[in-house]
């Protein structure tokens, strides 16, 4: 069992910057590989960006390279989104999870999301 909680959330004008934080208890941390997904109003639950359990590969949508940097601390037991040039598109309630891919099948545990709004 793994649990998720989401931080970092909030409003902020296009062209602004935002980190989310994932913080991670239960299983060992540096076990497993983990994603991140948002889902806006009325749409499906769509791939952000994923990393493996060390950290070393990454992977992008491409609607947010060059944007968005995932990380984690496995000391900290924390995955971070770093999100820089905001869009008003890019509204959403962003999801963690534990898993790796650009399929949300392949993730087992989510956490509860954070609502990110980004004004015009």
């Known amino acids: 069992q793994v649990q998720l909680v989401e931080s970092g959330g909030g409003l902020v004008q296009a062209g602004g910057s935002l980190r989310l934080s994932c913080a991670a208890s239960?299983?060992?941390?540096?076990?497993?590989?983990m994603g991140w997904f948002r889902q806006a109003p009325g749409k499906e639950r769509e791939f952000v960006s994923t990393i493996n359990r060390s950290g070393g590969y990454t992977d992008y949508a491409d609607s947010v390279k060059g944007r968005f940097t995932i990380s984690r601390d496995n000391a900290k037991n924390t995955l971070y989104l770093q999100m820089n040039s905001l869009k008003p598109e890019d509204t959403a309630v962003y999801y963690c999870?534990?898993?790796?891919?650009?399929?949300?099948?392949?993730?087992?545990?989510w956490g509860q999301g954070t609502q990110v709004t980004v004004s015009s």
């Open positions: 999870a534990v898993g790796w891919g650009r399929q949300p099948g392949a993730y087992d545990y």
């Open positions: 239960g299983r060992t941390f540096s076990t497993y590989g």
